[in-house]
Antibody, heavy 119, light 108 residues
């Protein structure tokens, strides 16, 4: 069965960086993409970007350009999302989700990783 | 970017009733690239519908999607206790992919 297992909760200070991992199993990793979506406390869903696990192509949300980097390690079927220069409004649950490229909906989701940014 | 407006914000219904959720786009969604997700408290979203009307794997047939262009609808024919949750629409026809603000379906 398809599973996406994310790394644990993080607490960071403003200005720091965070790197969240998402380990995939139950399917051919390089046949899909991975997208990242975040959800601030009590708020809706915000798309952050996606990466093709096949060729590493990426597409980031404009508001995060320059602060976010998405990568994959095909040897371990793991995707990573790094967010830099953290601010308090980056506090959110971060989800990875599988993307059946070239379409860009999300058919399986990770359990989420809470990132708290606080001084 | 395409803005999705979901209505109503909250829907109060009883088990067994029919739920009709609306998602309106600020411009036409190409190729009906519209998806619906269900999210329960403390859980990740779950894909229900993609391509405006195709049910995802394992989704009961009481969930159906319809619409095209700028107006889309998610219908739950008879609400089961486990259907009370928040529902989001998402367009993926143009970048950036955007989500609606959500509709909460609560027990009346």
């Amino acid at each position: 069965q398809v599973q996406l297992v994310q790394s644990g909760a993080e607490v960071k200070k403003p200005g720091a960086s965070v790197k969240v991992s998402c380990k995939a199993s139950g399917y051919t990793f390089t046949s899909y993409g991975i997208s990242w979506v975040r959800q601030a406390p009590g708020q809706g869903l915000e798309w952050m970007g996606w990466i093709s696990a096949y060729n590493g192509n990426t597409n980031y949300a404009q508001k995060l350009q320059g602060r976010v980097t998405m990568t994959t390690d095909t040897s371990t079927s793991t995707a990573y999302m790094e967010l830099r220069s953290l601010r308090s409004d980056d506090t959110a649950v971060y989800y990875c989700a599988r993307v059946p490229l070239p379409t860009l909906f999300f058919d399986y989701w990770g359990q989420g990783t809470l990132v708290t940014v606080s001084s | 970017e395409i803005v999705l407006t979901q209505s109503p914000g909250t829907l109060s219904l009883s088990p067994g009733e029919r739920a009709t959720l609306s998602c309106r786009a600020s411009q036409s969604v190409s190729s009906s690239y519209l998806a619906w997700y269900q999210q329960k408290p403390g859980q990740a979203p779950r894909l229900l519908i993609y391509g405006a009307s195709s049910r995802a794997t394992g989704i009961p047939d009481r969930f159906s999607g319809s619409g095209s262009g700028t107006d889309f609808t998610l219908t739950i024919s008879r609400l089961e206790p486990e259907d009370f949750a928040v529902y989001y629409c998402q367009q993926y026809g143009s970048s950036p992919g955007t989500f609606g603000g959500g509709t909460k379906v609560e027990i009346k």
